[in-house]
Every structure is written in C-alpha cells, then in structure tokens.
C-alpha cells in the first residue's frame, strides 16, 4: 500500500523560502513518477510540478524559476523548494504518485495520479 505524508509547511512573509518534505513508503519510490500539487480555497487543484526516476522535472508556469523539485531515492523522499514566495502561492500542497508509467511522467493532472498525501498547509503573508 503507497503511504505518503507530506511536512515543512507553515507560514512566511512574502519574499521568503519553505522547503516541504514528502516521505514515501510502501512500494519501490525510483519506479514512480512523483508530483506535487496545490489547492487554494475555492479553487482547483493545479499541478506544481513533477519529477520522474531519471531525475528529468517539469514546472507549471506560475511556479519556475522560484520552486525546485527534488528527490531522494535512498530516504524515499521528495522535495519541493519554494522561494521567492508571493501571496498567490498559499494553499494546501499535496505530493502524489503515478505508478503506471515505471516512473516516467507524462501529466500534471491530478486524474493521472493516484496516490496522494494528506497535504500541508502553505501560507504567504504579503
């Protein structure tokens, strides 16, 4: 059974840096493609962004050049580095897992992914 369980949010002036964790158990990490997700109250769940077994990452617009997406395989672990933060970026962060593709990814729509975790809360204060 895939478990991931997300951490590192809180709360940050405008301008500032978090780092959130995703740590993953259950199944082999390096075969999956792992993604991370946000949604803001009263809207949609929107990718961030994605990074497969080869390392290869792709960002949503809004988010590069200011977020990092990284992993480690040997702690099973996936890292999302924001900087730069503006108020726009508060919400609920989520990582997921797609294990369809061995470890390829392809989309950052959420219908793709199947495994998610229960989300930690980023909020940016202007």
């Known amino acids: 059974q895939v478990r991931l369980a997300e951490s590192g949010g809180g709360s940050v002036q405008a301008g500032g840096s978090l780092r959130l964790s995703c740590a993953a158990s259950g199944y082999t990490y390096s075969r999956f493609c792992m993604a991370w997700f946000r949604q803001a109250p009263g809207k949609e769940r929107e990718g961030v962004g994605f990074?497969?077994?080869?390392?290869?990452?792709n960002y949503a617009d809004s988010v590069k050049g200011r977020f990092t997406i990284s992993q480690d395989n040997a702690k099973n672990t996936l890292y999302l580095q924001m900087n730069s933060l503006k108020p726009e970026d508060t919400a609920m962060y989520y990582c997921?897992?797609?294990?369809?593709?061995?470890?390829?990814?392809?989309?950052?729509?959420?219908?793709?992914?199947?495994?998610w975790g229960q989300g930690t809360q980023v909020t940016v204060s202007s």
């Open positions: 997921a897992a797609d294990p369809r593709r061995g470890g390829y990814c392809y989309s950052l729509r959420p219908i793709e992914y199947t495994s």
């Open positions: 990074i497969d077994r080869d390392g290869m990452t």
